[in-house]
Nanobody
Framework: QVQLVESGGGSVEAGGSLRLSCAAS????????MAWFRQAPGKEREGVAA????????TYVDSVKDRFTMSQDDALNTVFLQMDSLKPEDAATYYC?????????????????????WGRGTQVTVSS
């Protein structure tokens, strides 16, 4: 059974940085995608970044390009989200998610509906 556990959330002032981690266990196949989603109170869940586990290709939502970087450590089965130049509008609960095996077209990689496995989330607060 796949389990995803996030860590690294916290509070930071605008302009600051945070690094989120997501440790994955139970996967037997690297032909999958891992992603970060976020959800602020009263808003829909939004795909932020995705990575293909077997190839390192990444996808970002426009609002975080050039500020956030998603990466992975194969040996640790962990994905990361480095968040720089944080803005108050980045504040949300951040969720790690993983797909089953298979290819996703770029338009689907940030769609929550294709992700099967989810972590419990970690809170990010950004003060102005």
């Amino acid at each position: 059974q796949v389990q995803l556990v996030e860590s690294g959330g916290g509070s930071v002032e605008a302009g600051g940085s945070l690094r989120l981690s997501c440790a994955a266990s139970g996967y037997t196949d690297r032909n999958r995608y891992m992603a970060w989603f976020r959800q602020a109170p009263g808003k829909e869940r939004e795909g932020v970044a995705a990575i293909y586990s077997a190839g390192n290709s990444t996808t970002y939502v426009d609002s975080v390009k050039d500020r956030f970087t998603m990466s992975q450590d194969d040996a640790l089965n962990t994905v990361f989200l480095q968040m720089d130049s944080l803005k108050p509008e980045d504040a949300a609960t951040y969720y790690c998610a993983g797909t089953g095996s298979g290819y996703l077209t770029p338009t689907l990689r940030l769609s929550q509906h294709v992700y099967t496995y989810w972590g419990r989330g970690t809170q990010v607060t950004v003060s102005s």
